[in-house]
């Protein structure tokens, strides 16, 4: 159990024991979401590249760029959100820990450009011994005060410390020819740790508070969508397409609004109920994330082509929001919708639509097209939704004792 309750004032300094799994009204805090913001920078920054690969017609080394970068992105994103759902002490150790914890995701934004470009990660390497460096400390701070899951907490410093020297090697040490095989090493290394950690003992995140934190992360992805897409528009909006480029603007706003609306559909936090099961629902959103920001930049390359500054074909530039839409919608189905079984009637909806929207890439006007399916997609939801509703608030008839019988 916690030494504090669910709401607790600043503290100077307290024992950094685990909290409560099961307190109620735990909500994410405003450090935390301070924390959040010093990622937008890096999202924008590698959506943005995605964006001006993909109109240049650079699809395979800009995709391979992007996602590099972004795992990079959203694992020191959710390094420090399992641990924080554990052991927030909020004090002044941990606030300052944490703090330096965002300058090295500033600093980690700070070399997105050159990690894309170049597949230089020398300038995120320093940023993630930054945020290292503050996540480690209080690890170690937490297995002082919490002896029985130190074990677990010192697998977890060791095992990430290790993985800091495997991306030194892969970074700084190989040939170019050995860089991306050692440096996905190092992400299979760093994906191993939480399993291998935790097998000694369960760290206690909060289910409700884990599934807040990633809902809010979700929002600000979606939020760079609309942000890097409502750019395009602006760029072009005096342009002579202008029909075309309206045409865009709505059905990529409509597509943005449904991938909210499907991803908030249905409670999360009853699905993580043991800690595989938590760890693989943490592990899928990555895919979540990065083609929430993917389907972004398919909507700007769309504005650009609009505006003839894209050197792409109309069908690559549908695929360009197409098949981010296909991920986002399909893994958020198996993560998110799909466990829920019967309390989701709607659910075959998602990934069906998501497989049409690759059809409709082959239009003359593929974005309004995908947009529109994605309209079926939240009415589809919505009659679900109130049908289930009317049922299980009729009452059931029961036949009168006096009422003849035949």
């Known amino acids: ?116 470009d170049d597949r230089d990660f020398a300038v995120v390497f320093a940023g993630y011994l930054v945020m290292r460096i503050g996540l480690e400390s209080q690890r170690l701070r937490a297995a002082a005060a919490d002896p029985e899951r130190r074990a677990s ?28 095989p050692v440096w996905l090493v190092a992400a299979a290394a760093e994906l191993l740790v939480p399993p291998w950690a935790e097998r000694a003992r369960s760290i206690p995140w909060h289910p409700h508070h884990i599934t807040e ?87 700007a390359v769309n504005a650009a082509l609009a505006t003839h500054h894209a050197h792409v074909s109309r069908t690559a530039a549908g695929l360009a929001l197409a098949v981010p839409v296909l991920c986002y919608l399909t893994v958020v189905w198996w993560l998110l919708v799909r466990p829920h079984g019967a309390n989701a009637p709607y659910a075959w909806g998602m990934p069906l639509v998501g497989l049409l929207t690759l059809p409709a890439s082959l239009t003359p006007r593929p974005v309004p097209v995908i947009g529109a399916l994605m309209a079926l997609l939240i009415a589809l939801s919505v009659w679900a939704h109130t049908t289930k509703s009317h049922r299980q608030n009729t009452p059931k008839t029961q036949p009168s004792p006096d009422a003849p019988t035949h």
Do not use: K
């Open 213 to 299: 934190r990633y809902g809010l992360f979700t929002i600000i992805v979606l939020g760079e969508t609309i942000l890097s897409a409502s750019r395009a528009v602006q760029e072009g909006i005096a342009d002579e397409a202008r029909l075309d480029l309206y045409l865009v603007a709505a059905g990529g706003l409509v597509t943005v609004f449904a991938l909210w609306w499907v991803y908030f559909s249905l409670p999360s936090a009853g699905l993580l109920t043991r800690t595989r099961a938590a760890i693989l629902w943490g592990y899928g959103h990555y895919v979540v994330f990065a083609s929430g920001a993917a389907a972004g930049a398919g909507i």
């Open 153 to 180: 907490l010192m697998r977890y410093a060791a095992g990430e410390s290790g993985c800091m020297v495997l991306w030194a090697v892969a970074i700084f040490a190989v040939p170019d020819g050995w860089r991306l």
């Open 1 to 116: 159990m916690s030494d504090h309750p669910a709401v607790t004032p600043w503290s100077w300094r307290r024992r950094m024991r685990p909290r409560d799994p099961e307190e109620t009204q735990r909500v994410s805090t405003p450090l935390e979401l301070l924390f959040d913001l010093c990622f937008v920078v890096a999202i924008g920054t590698d959506s943005a590249r995605l964006e001006e690969s993909l109109a240049e017609g650079h699809t395979g080394s800009g995709i391979a760029s992007f996602l590099l970068v972004f795992f990079a992105v959203w694992w020191a994103w959710m390094n420090f959100t399992w641990f924080a759902s554990a052991y927030d002490a909020d004090d002044t150790p941990y606030r300052l820990a944490t703090m330096v914890v965002m300058a090295g995701v500033l600093i980690l934004a700070a070399g997105v450009p050159r990690a894309f």
